[in-house]
């Protein structure tokens, strides 16, 4: 199985262990760490490296609140 992590803002495609998973959650043994940020919508296109961004950083941006 892969997720897809946010890795100094860009996509990282990681190969993790499935615990356990139930209709709404996926239990992972390995392959991520705590406080890394694992992408959940929808990309339609999916490539290692590519740019991403939290809606909130766009926010933030747009109003020249963002960081550098």
């Known amino acids: ?3 897809w992590v946010k ?3 860009k996509l990282e495609i990681r190969e993790v262990e499935v615990r356990f998973e139930d ?4 239990y992972l043994a390995s392959g991520v760490s705590g406080g890394e940020s694992i992408v959940t919508t929808n990309l339609s296109t999916v490539a290692a490296g590519a740019p991403l961004r939290v809606p909130d950083e766009a926010d933030a941006d747009a109003k020249g609140t963002g960081k550098p």
Do not use: L, M, N, Q
């Open 23 to 26: 209709p709404e959650h996926a």
């Open 7 to 9: 890795k100094d803002g």
């Open 1 to 3: 199985d892969t997720v």
